[in-house]
C-alpha cells in the first residue's frame, strides 16, 4: 500500500479512552488537526482502545464530544481499534517468519534486561530468541529485529531533526501481541495508519522513541511511511509529563468562552500567536495560518 499514492495528505488524532481529555493530549489533537488544516487536507480521528483491559466506559464518547465542542470534526467515520483485530491478526500472518514466542514474565526480563530503552522500557536480552527452554509456555509474541549493524533506523522529524536509533541495542526484539492476549500498541498503530492512508503523523514527543520501531514494522510489511512532527509534551510543577496518572485534570469547558480559553492556552504551549480571539470561529481563523508559518513550508 503506498499511502501518498493520490498525493494527499491525511493526518489523525489517536486518543486513547482510558479517561476524559486532558491538556497534554488537548495539545496533541490541536497540533494534528491544524496541520492538516494549514495542509488543506484530510484529519482523522480514530480511538485507540486495543487495550480494552484499561479503557474506561464512556471515557471515548466524552472525548468526541469535547473535540466536537471545540470545533474539531473528523473528516471521516471515527474508527475503533477493538473493532480492527482481523487486520491486526492479518498483519501478523504476513509477519510469522519474523516473530518467535517468548515465556519472560515481567520480573524475569527486568532482571535480565540490556538496559533501559528510550522510553523507559526494559530493552529484552533475547532469552527467548533461539526457541523457548524446556518446560516454559509462550506469554507473548515478539518481533525480532536486525543484528548490530543491520538494525539502525534513521529518519527526519519536522520539530526533532535527524533521529536515529539502533533497535538491537536501544529497544531489543519487541512484542507484537501480550501475554494478556491485546495486540501490542506497535503493530495496530503502523497497521491503522497504513489502512487508513494516513501521510503525517502529528503527536507528543514522548512517542518520539517508538517511531524506529514502526518504521521497521512497516518496511517489513512494505507500507509507506508518514512523515512525523513530534510536538514537545506537556509537563506538571514536578516535570512529569502530564497524565491522567501524574493526576492531569480534565479539560470540560462550559461554553464557548472557556472552550476559546482551552484552546488557547494549548496554542500558547505550541508556540502559536493567536490573540484574544472572542469566538471559536475567529480561533481558527487566526491558528490555522499561525501554525502554517511555522511549521509549512
Known amino acids: 500500500m503506498n499511502t501518498r499514492s493520490n498525493g494527499g495528505y491525511v493526518g489523525r488524532f489517536a486518543p486513547s479512552p482510558t479517561g476524559p481529555l486532558h491538556a497534554g493530549s488537548l495539545v496533541a489533537a ?32 466524552e472525548i468526541l464530544d469535547l473535540l466536537h465542542r471545540l470545533g474539531m470534526e473528523s473528516d471521516r467515520e471515527v ?19 519474523h516473530v518467535y514466542p517468548c515465556g519472560c514474565n515481567r520480573r524475569e526480563i527486568a532482571d535480565s534486561r540490556l538496559g ?39 529518519f527526519q522529524d519536522r520539530v526533532a531533526g535527524v ?19 491485546y495486540w501490542a500498541y506497535q503493530l495496530a498503530v503502523v497497521v491503522d495508519d497504513a489502512e487508513q492512508g494516513v501521510t503525517d503523523v502529528v503527536r507528543g514527543a514522548d512517542l518520539l522513541d517508538s517511531t524506529p520501531r514502526q518504521i521497521f514494522l512497516q518496511r ?32 470540560r469547558p462550559g461554553d464557548e468562552e472557556a472552550a476559546v480559553a482551552a484552546l488557547r492556552q494549548s496554542a500558547g504551549f505550541l508556540g502559536l500567536e493567536v490573540g484574544e480571539p472572542g469566538s471559536l470561529e475567529a480561533f481558527w481563523r487566526v491558528a490555522v495560518p499561525a501554525w502554517a508559518a511555522l511549521h509549512v513550508s
Open 79 to 97: 474508527v475503533w481499534q477493538s473493532r480492527r483485530k482481523h487486520l491486526y491478526e492479518a498483519a501478523y500472518d504476513r509477519l510469522a517468519g
Open 116 to 154: 533501559v530503552a528510550p522510553d523507559g522500557a526494559a530493552i529484552y536480552p533475547g532469552t527467548c530468541r533461539h526457541g523457548l527452554a524446556p518446560g516454559r509456555s509462550p506469554r507473548s509474541l515478539r518481533l525480532r529485529v536486525p543484528e548490530a549493524d543491520a538494525d539502525v533506523i534513521t
Open 220 to 251: 517489513l510489511l512494505n507500507v509507506a511511511t508518514p512523515r512525523y512532527l513530534h510536538v514537545p509534551v506537556v509537563r506538571n510543577a514536578n516535570g512529569e509529563k502530564l497524565s491522567k496518572q501524574t493526576g492531569a485534570l480534565a479539560v
Open 163 to 181: 533521529v536515529t536509533q539502533r533497535l538491537a541495542s536501544e529497544s531489543g526484539d519487541f512484542v507484537l501481541k501480550r501475554a494478556d492476549g
Open 30 to 61: 490541536l497540533a494534528s488537526y491544524l496541520d492538516a488544516r494549514a495542509h488543506h487536507g484530510t484529519w482523522l480521528i480514530r480511538i485507540e482502545d486495543i487495550d480494552e483491559g484499561r479503557s474506561v466506559p464512556g471515557a471515548a464518547a
